[in-house]
């Protein structure tokens, strides 16, 4: 539809309609995105004029690069999360017990790989309880943070993950580091996308070879821009005073 101007202008009470319906819809959904009506939300960041970031982990399998990656972030005292998931936890129990020993925190990534919105609210709750128990036998935390595998879910997986008492996390900075698409381009990807309660997500399995090698670079371009990088529980603590950026 193309709009007159100029017999708008004429018609001044139907053009300043218009102007405030678009006001209005503008105000809507940057109001609708921060305050949730329909149940839980799965995070992906905060807002806050802050420039800190949470650096996230995915991992599910292996232990070819995450001393590497412990070494970098104890080198640097940086704190991140993890979401570790219940088998590798029991497979891995002293790398597990590392990550609480350097401060860093424990989320879950549940017991099975598969995607929580496939599956029943009964499937789902089962999943993240019996991961809940292998993480805490191992490492002793209590986790309260949950990432779906895939980051897949759906309004039932979001209200069985709250019902089992964690919350569901996303993130809004997605490093595609699995692809292995290079170094700098991990690097890149990431420092394109940054900005003040951004969740970044990385992952320290195997199949991202080029995680361990990215980090250190990462994390002094983010320092170099004027970032704290903190763990996503102080990202929704202390640095969320504009409200939740929902997935």
Do not use: D
């Given at each position: 539809m193309i709009l007159d101007l100029r017999r708008l202008f004429s018609h001044r009470h139907i053009f300043f309609s218009i102007i405030g319906l678009f006001a209005i819809s503008a105000v809507y959904v940057q109001v609708s995105d921060q305050i949730n009506t329909n149940g839980p939300i799965a995070i992906a960041a905060t807002r806050t004029e802050q420039k800190v970031v949470a650096l996230t982990f995915d991992h599910s399998w292996g232990n070819k690069f995450t001393p590497s990656i412990l070494d970098t972030l104890k080198k640097n005292d940086t704190k991140v999360t993890f979401f570790i998931m219940g088998p590798w936890a029991k497979k891995f129990p002293e790398v597990a017990q590392r990550m609480v020993a350097d401060g860093h925190e424990i989320a879950s990534h549940g017991y099975r790989h598969e995607n929580y919105g496939d599956r029943t609210p009964e499937w789902v709750k089962e999943d993240l309880q019996k991961?809940?128990?292998?993480?805490?036998?191992?490492t002793g935390v209590d986790a309260?943070?949950?990432?779906?595998?895939?980051?897949h879910y759906n309004q039932k997986s979001l209200q069985a993950t709250q019902e089992v008492g964690y919350k569901t996390i996303i993130w809004n900075v997605d490093s595609l580091d699995w692809k292995n698409p290079g170094r700098d381009v991990i690097v890149d990807r990431i420092m394109k996308r940054l900005k003040p309660g951004a969740i970044i997500l990385m992952h320290a399995s195997d199949t991202p070879v080029q995680t361990a090698e990215a980090l250190p670079i990462l994390m002094e371009k983010i320092k170099a821009e004027g970032y704290q990088i903190v763990t996503v529980g102080e990202l929704l603590d202390k640095y969320s005073e504009k409200g939740i950026q929902r997935h």
């Open positions: 991961a809940h128990a292998q993480i805490k036998e191992v309260t943070l949950m990432r779906p595998p895939n980051g």
